[in-house]
C-alpha cells in the first residue's frame, strides 16, 4: 500500500509539471495535456487506495497530495523568480516550464481536489451499498469522477479562452481509456496486500 500511496502523489506531481505541454492525438483533431494519461491513473490509484484504508484514509492521502501539490506550485515561483546568476541563460526555458500561468495551477488544485473527493464518496456508496466486483466501482467511480474532473479543470483554466467542450470530452475520453487499461494495476497490487474488513454501521 506505501507503494500505492507513493505512485498516486509521484502521478499528480508529474501530471501538474508535464502538463505545460499541449499534445496532438494523431488524425484524432483532439488536444490534450502531456500530463492528461498520467493524471488519469490517479483515479485508480485512489480507488485502490480507497479500498484498503477507507474512506477517512483515502481522504488523508488526498490532503497529503494537495498539500505536495502546492509545495510544488510555490516552490517552482519561488524558483522561477529567484535571481539566477549573469552566466545562466536557460531563465526563459525554466519559466516556461516552471512558471506556468496561476489560473491553470489554481484551477489544476481545485479541480483535483473536487474530483479526488467525489471518486471517494462514489467508491464508498458504491463499495458499501451495491458490492460486487471491484473493477465496475472503479470504473463507476472514475466515470464520474474523470467527468467532473475535467469540466471544473478546463472551465477554470480556459473560460473566455479556448473552446471548452471539445477539451472536455478530448480529456475525459483519454482518462476513460487509461482508466480502463490501468484496471488490471488495483488486481496486481490487490494480490500482495490483505484487505481491510468492510465497514460497519456502527456508532462509537
Not at 1 to 9: E, F, N, S, V
Not at 25 to 33: E, M
Request: net charge positive; aromatic share 10%; proline share 6%.
Amino acid at each position: 500500500m506505501t507503494l500505492a500511496i507513493g505512485l498516486y502523489i509521484a502521478c499528480e506531481l508529474i501530471a501538474n509539471v508535464t502538463s505545460v505541454k499541449p499534445l496532438a492525438l494523431g488524425r484524432l483533431g483532439v488536444v490534450v495535456p502531456a500530463g492528461v494519461f498520467i493524471y488519469a491513473l490517479t483515479f485508480t490509484l485512489l480507488d485502490l487506495i480507497h479500498e484498503r484504508l477507507g474512506k477517512q484514509g483515502a481522504r488523508q492521502v488526498i490532503g497529503t497530495a494537495f498539500a505536495a501539490n502546492l509545495l510544488l506550485a510555490g516552490y517552482a515561483q519561488l524558483t522561477v523568480s529567484w535571481p539566477a546568476p549573469a552566466f545562466f541563460d536557460g531563465q526563459a526555458a525554466v519559466a516556461r516550464v516552471l512558471g506556468a500561468a496561476p489560473r491553470i495551477v489554481g484551477a489544476s488544485l481545485i479541480a483535483y481536489l473536487v474530483a479526488s473527493l467525489v471518486d471517494a464518496e462514489i467508491f464508498a456508496w458504491w463499495r458499501a451499498r451495491v458490492g460486487g466486483y471491484r473493477w465496475a466501482r472503479v470504473l463507476v467511480s472514475n466515470a464520474v469522477s474523470t467527468a467532473v474532473d475535467s469540466v471544473v479543470f478546463v472551465t477554470l483554466a480556459f473560460a473566455g479562452v479556448l473552446p471548452i467542450l471539445p477539451l472536455v470530452v478530448g480529456q475525459y475520453v483519454v482518462k476513460m481509456v487509461v482508466t480502463v487499461l490501468s484496471l488490471p494495476l488495483i488486481y496486481g497490487i490487490h494480490a500482495g496486500t490483505t484487505p481491510l474488513p468492510r465497514p460497519r454501521s456502527v456508532t462509537p
